[in-house]
T-cell receptor
Framework: AQKVTQAQTEISVVEKEDVTLDCVYETRDTTYYLFWYKQPPSGELVFLIR??????QNEISGRYSWNFQKSTSSFNFTITASQVVDSAVYFCALSEAAHGSSNTGKLIFGQGTTLQVKP | SAVISQKPSRDICQRGTSLTIQCQVD?????MFWYRQQPGQSLTLIATANQGSEATYESGFVIDKFPISRPNLTFSTLTVSNMSPEDSSIYLC????????FGPGTRLTVL
């Protein structure tokens, strides 16, 4: 069965600190996708990244970076120089490939990590 | 990226009534899903909305309680039937080709 674990329930940092959100997943599929979403207090779910199981290259997008390691089944998310606007709940999610295609199927979500960035 | 809208954005309903939530995508998508997010919790998949056929429900969710329609590749509805206070949640639809994007959600309160 597929499972996503975000062991950190809440993290509090001071602005400009770096912070890493952990995500560990379980799956028997060889083809799968990993996601990160941000849910700010307004409630909408904002897509951040999708990574497929065959691409272990780390990715950087501005202050955000992601470290995918199949050997440890982890897909961690780092925010560099955090800002107050980064305060939100962050969800890691896992999806199988739908119908053997590159389309993503249903998502299995972790429990989320609440990040509070204090000024 | 797909733009997804949901109606209504929020509603307050009486116990025993039903509410239909609409989800509209601005482009054709292969797959659409409905999720529930109970207060303070993560997201749980209710069902996959299949175009032109019956939805595929996850364990713990049944068609009589959550009937779903998907008449075409850009539109789906979810009905929450015979509501009780335990149904108070945010209901989100999502659309997937490669990335999976979410609508803004429908915040439902059942009194």
């Amino acid at each position: 069965a597929q499972k996503v674990t975000q062991a950190q329930t809440e993290i509090s940092v001071v602005e400009k600190e770096d912070v890493t959100l952990d995500c560990v997943y379980e799956t028997r599929d060889t083809t799968y996708y990993l996601f990160w979403y941000k849910q700010p207090p307004s409630g909408e779910l904002v897509f951040l990244i999708r990574r497929n199981s065959f691409d272990e290259q780390n990715e950087i997008s501005g202050r955000y970076s992601w470290n995918f390691q199949k050997s440890t089944s982890s897909f961690n998310f780092t925010i560099t120089a955090s800002q107050v606007v980064d305060s939100a709940v962050y969800f890691c999610a896992l999806s199988e490939a739908a119908h053997g295609s590159s389309n993503t199927g249903k998502l299995i979500f972790g429990q989320g990590t609440t990040l509070q960035v204090k000024p | 990226s797909a733009v997804i809208s949901q109606k209504p954005s929020r509603d307050i309903c009486q116990r025993g009534t039903s509410l239909t939530i609409q989800c509209q995508v601005d482009s054709q998508v292969t797959m659409m899903f409905w999720y529930r997010q109970q207060p303070g919790q993560s997201l749980t998949l209710i069902a996959t909305a299949n175009q032109g056929s019956e939805a595929t429900y996850e364990s713990g969710f049944v068609i009589d309680k959550f009937p779903i329609s998907r008449p075409n590749l850009t539109f789906s509805t979810l009905t929450v039937s015979n509501m009780s206070p335990e149904d108070s949640s945010i209901y989100l639809c999502s659309a997937s080709n490669n990335e999976q994007f979410f609508g803004p959600g429908t915040r439902l309160t059942v009194l």
